[in-house]
């Protein structure tokens, strides 16, 4: 992605809800089975609450078990971008919205084919967009 969102704190916490803000710009998780699109089967896509940059489609979800929206694969990979998150006392890859830096999720390797991924994302940090 060429292009940027570059916003002020005060900015995104006029735009998102407080349970937003925590998790797309602090870097929160919401618990488990409390978001709103763990259990969505819609067809869609799945954009960054932040910026709208289209993330995830409907077609890669798949149902994990963790309570957290989980896809096998980004839209494109150049959507999201991986950085090393050393919090909690463990090693995992951060994934991130490539234009505006919001804080999605986590990627792991216990996916299912054809990747093997599991892009285990916040609902907070996404903006569902049904297919019509």
Same mark, same amino acid.
């Given at each position: 992605?060429?292009?940027?969102?570059?916003?002020?704190?005060?900015?995104?916490?006029?735009?998102?809800?407080?349970?937003?803000?925590?998790?797309?710009?602090?870097?929160?998780?919401?618990?488990?089975y409390?978001?709103?699109?763990?259990?969505?089967?819609?067809?869609?896509?799945?954009? %960054?609450?932040? $910026?709208?940059?289209? +993330?995830?489609?409907?077609?890669?979800?798949?149902?994990?078990? @963790? =309570?957290?929206?989980?896809?096998?694969?980004?839209?494109?990979?150049?959507?999201?971008?991986?950085?090393?998150?050393?919090?909690?006392?463990m090693?995992?890859?951060?994934?991130? %919205?490539?234009? $505006?830096?919001?804080? +999605?999720?986590?990627?792991?390797?216990?996916?299912?084919?054809? @990747? =093997?991924?599991?892009?285990?994302?916040?609902?907070?940090?996404?903006?569902?967009?049904?297919?019509?």
């Amino acid at each position: 992605m060429s292009w940027k969102v570059n916003k002020t704190e005060q900015d995104w916490k006029r735009e998102l809800t407080p349970e937003q803000f925590t998790v797309a710009r602090k870097k929160g998780t919401e618990r488990p089975y409390t978001g709103a699109y763990w259990n969505n089967h819609e067809k869609g896509t799945y954009r %960054c609450i932040c $910026c709208g940059n289209d +993330l995830f489609s409907s077609e890669t979800k798949f149902e994990s078990g @963790t =309570g957290w929206p989980s896809f096998w694969a980004p839209i494109a990979q150049d959507r999201v971008k991986e950085e090393t998150d050393t919090n909690l006392f463990m090693r995992r890859t951060e994934i991130l %919205c490539s234009v $505006c830096d919001a804080h +999605l999720g986590h990627v792991f390797d216990d996916g299912p084919k054809p @990747t =093997g991924l599991r892009y285990c994302i916040n609902s907070a940090s996404l903006k569902f967009s049904k297919s019509e």
